[in-house]
């Protein structure tokens, strides 16, 4: 499942500029940028990463799973009804970024309760803030975080600035790994097409869930 995921992510949400060109909510400009939506939102991704979350938290005695909204709030889900799959039920909630102004007035929606064990998710970490400001608002509703795992870690500190909040926190994938694949993907998909005509013969292979499909392109000149 892994494996997949991280196909999927350098295929539809990984970007690299050998120039720092990408803005990130810091403010900071960077040479990566993941956008896990395209993959989190998708039928698949969201099978593949709700399972691969629900093994990090199945041991972890928690009732809730959620994060800041918009970007933890596909994970919730995803893992809330991988739990049911597995006869392991956690339910999801969501954390506003603003307060509701009106009937309950609170920072989280969902079947939560204060005093219940939860744990905090987040699609990507750079410096953690996001994750953090979940964690804080959680505990302010009363919650007990006792879990944080991060979808994609960008590996600039952010686990270990979490980690002065929650002491145990993991991710499902790593940068490097997304580096390691998409450069892999990079090099098989390197062909051109254009007016010019080329010598050069390429192929590569798809993935479906049930066949192998491998796609030959050939030049006869």
């Not at 960077?30 to 938290?57: D, W």
């Not at 006869?87 to 007035?105: E, Q, Y």
């Not at 699609?123 to 944080?148: F, H, M, N, P, W």
Request: glycine share 8%.
């Amino acid at each position: 499942m892994k494996a997949e995921l991280i196909d999927m992510l350098c295929r539809k949400s990984f970007k690299f500029s050998k120039e720092p060109i990408y803005k990130l909510v810091s403010g900071r400009m960077s040479q990566f940028y993941v956008n896990c939506k395209p993959v989190t939102l998708c039928a698949r991704g969201m099978f593949l990463a709700g399972h691969l979350l629900f093994e990090e938290i199945k041991d972890d005695d928690v009732t809730g799973v959620g994060g800041l909204t918009f970007g933890a709030d596909p994970l919730a889900v995803a893992t809330a009804f991988a739990s049911e799959l597995k006869s392991r039920p956690v339910n999801a909630f969501s954390i506003r970024k603003t307060r509701k102004d009106h009937g309950m007035i609170r920072w989280i929606e969902g079947d939560i309760q204060p005093g219940e064990r939860v744990a905090v998710i987040d699609d990507v970490a750079t410096t953690g803030g996001s994750t953090i400001k979940a964690i804080e608002r959680a505990r302010s509703e009363g919650l007990k975080v006792v879990r944080a795992v991060i979808l994609v870690d960008r590996q600039e500190g952010g686990i270990d600035n979490i980690k002065q909040h929650v002491s145990n926190v993991s991710s499902v994938i790593t940068r490097d790994e997304l580096v390691e694949r998409y450069k892999t993907l990079k090099e098989g998909f390197r062909f051109q097409v254009s007016g010019v005509r080329k010598k050069k013969v390429s192929g590569f292979s798809v993935q479906h869930p049930t066949h192998r499909i491998v796609i030959s392109i050939n030049s006869d000149t």
